[in-house]
């Protein structure tokens, strides 16, 4: 098994689309389509689910996708130190994007690289890719795009958004309960604050103040007792053990995840790593 076939099928079981992942690895769909088919032969087991929406992975492909993902990464491990590039990794994330997430990553990569030089820059999406493109970082995840026609955007998963504050119960109306309250943000440049202003616009809702905190954890806390409301991702609620929100209308509940670099940038071995690294626990 080489390495151009753990990589189809890694990138194959992400997408959950064959043709997503022959576009992404530059390959006809008809080769990838014959790697999948000609490892199901060499492991003799169905390792997809075919249906019109795309793969998903069976028990056994679950099995093997962890196995190829620890596999891949000790491949970039040894490309970067045979070929000796520089230890260093220069990232950008927006605040809300999993930062104990993205911890764990660079954790894993310090056991790998004990001298290694990390560059971060947090902040909104329109920041983060104004730091890409003054060289200032060469990587970063981002959710929501600017279409900046210089900046590379592979899409890395998709967050679904909730609505939390204060006093929401099971009975709580959404339009009723948004009437009049103030929107707690991370950033007045957040994506999150035009998905929540558009939302008020349509329901032809009355908002309150705008309130910039700049910290997840007290944006939360502030939500709680109450101060305002603000929208947030699933993943997020889940980390601060959030159980009461409000469901978002659908079209408004779902927002794509980038991971971004400048247009013909090419990976070094460490950033892949990286990427690798964040794309695994992040689906956790």
């Known amino acids: 098994m ?33 790697k999948i088919k000609k490892m199901e032969a060499h492991y003799e087991q169905e390792l997809f689910i075919r249906s019109s929406k795309g793969v ?7 099995v093997l996708y962890d196995q190829f993902k620890k596999m891949l990464l000790i491949w970039e491990e040894t490309e970067n130190k045979m ?11 927006m605040m809300s994007v999993g930062g104990a997430q993205l911890a764990g990553s660079l954790s894993r990569l310090y056991q790998m690289y004990p001298d290694l030089s990390v560059t971060l820059k947090t902040g909104s999406t329109e920041y983060i890719e104004e730091q890409l493109l003054l060289g200032h970082i060469d990587l970063a995840f981002t959710i929501g ?80 007792i109450g101060m305002g409301i603000s929208l947030v991702s699933k ?12 469901e978002v209308p659908p079209s408004y509940r779902y927002v794509n ?22 794309h695994t626990l992040m689906d956790h």
């Open 83 to 93: 070929k000796k590039y520089d230890e260093k990794l220069r990232i950008g994330a």
């Open 145 to 224: 795009s600017l279409d900046n026609k210089n900046i590379h955007y592979e899409k890395s998963g998709i967050e679904e958004m909730l609505i939390i504050g204060g006093g929401i119960e099971e009975n709580t109306g959404l339009e009723a309960y948004l009437e009049g309250k103030n929107l707690l943000m991370l950033s007045d440049k957040c994506l999150y604050l035009s998905i929540l202003q558009d939302l008020f616009a349509e329901k032809k809702i009355n908002q309150g103040e705008i309130i910039e905190v700049g910290d997840m954890q007290t944006l939360v806390q502030l939500a709680s």
């Open 257 to 278: 995840m980038y991971m971004i670099t400048r247009v013909h940038h090419q990976l070094t071995p460490i950033e892949k790593q990286f990427a690798e690294l964040s």
């Open 2 to 34: 080489d390495i151009e076939n753990m990589k189809a099928f890694v990138a194959a079981a992400e997408l959950q689309s064959i043709s997503a992942a022959a576009a992404k690895l530059n390959h006809l769909q008809s080769n990838m389509t014959a």
């Open 235 to 246: 993943r997020i609620a889940k980390r601060f053990n959030i159980n009461q929100f409000l």
């Open 56 to 62: 998903q992975l069976t028990k056994e492909g679950k």
